[in-house]
């Protein structure tokens, strides 16, 4: 049962535009999502996070959404830039403890010039 | 900012060999660290999450004989696959909780080959 899903698994986007990463959940418990990039053969590095008590947090070129009604957070990343290419990872837990996280299946981001 | 530390980064062995991969938080000490495992172009799957001082969780489906699990210290925690078969073969990361900062911090992962 893949309580995280992201439904694209791949998206190409042009150097510049607005990136779009979606991602869904299944477990209303889930109070606290992340965000994480990973290049191939290197571990996930975190981007950013956003709690249930929120509905929007930014980070510079980086703003994740979160709408807990529909289970659904997206990664919007403004301007998108060549270095961007990566596959992101969406991933939901608990606040406030050392929680594993659940992942979701990734999206590959492609930008292009 | 916390810093963990994956060892071998790429490991080949043997069909029946057995591997053992370090996990090392760097700058921080980690009473918690979790393992995962990721199939290409597949999700990272938690396998078991390593505590200081006990036994390790391991997640359903998840044989605790053969991914042995130790966390002897307050900043490493070991994986051993035993007897690996090539299925076994997989990128390997391990996670840290800075607890201070609370901040999870991955690993830059292992690659097991099984021959």
């Known amino acids: 049962d893949q309580q995280v899903k992201q439904n694209s698994p791949s998206l190409s986007v042009q150097e510049g535009r607005i990136s779009i990463l979606n991602c869904d959940y299944t477990?209303?418990?889930?109070?606290?999502f992340l965000w994480y990039k990973k290049y191939p053969a290197e571990g996930p590095t975190f981007l950013i996070s956003?709690?249930?008590?929120?509905d929007k947090n930014e980070d510079g070129r980086f703003t994740v959404f979160l709408n807990k009604s529909a289970k659904h957070l997206s990664l919007h990343i403004v301007p998108s830039q060549p270095g961007d290419s990566a596959v992101y990872f969406c991933a939901a837990g608990w606040a406030g403890t050392a929680s594993k996280l659940t992942f979701g299946t990734g999206t590959r981001l492609q930008v292009t010039l | 900012g916390a810093v963990v530390s994956q060892h071998p980064s790429w490991v080949i062995c043997k069909s029946g060999t057995s591997v053992k991969i370090e996990c090392r938080s760097l700058d921080f000490q980690a009473t918690t660290m979790f393992w995962y495992r990721q199939f290409p172009k597949q999700s990272l799957m938690l396998m078991a999450t390593s505590n200081e001082g006990s036994k390790a969780t391991y997640e359903q489906g998840v044989e605790k004989d053969k991914f042995l699990i130790n966390h002897a210290s307050l900043t490493l925690s070991t994986l051993t696959v035993t007897s690996a078969h090539p299925e076994d073969s997989s990128f390997y990361i391990c996670?840290?909780?800075?607890?201070?900062?609370?901040?999870?911090?991955f690993g830059a992962g292992s690659r097991l080959t099984v021959l």
């Open positions: 477990n209303s418990m889930f109070d606290y």
């Open positions: 956003i709690s249930s008590i929120k």
């Open positions: 996670s840290a909780v800075d607890l201070t900062a609370n901040v999870l911090t």
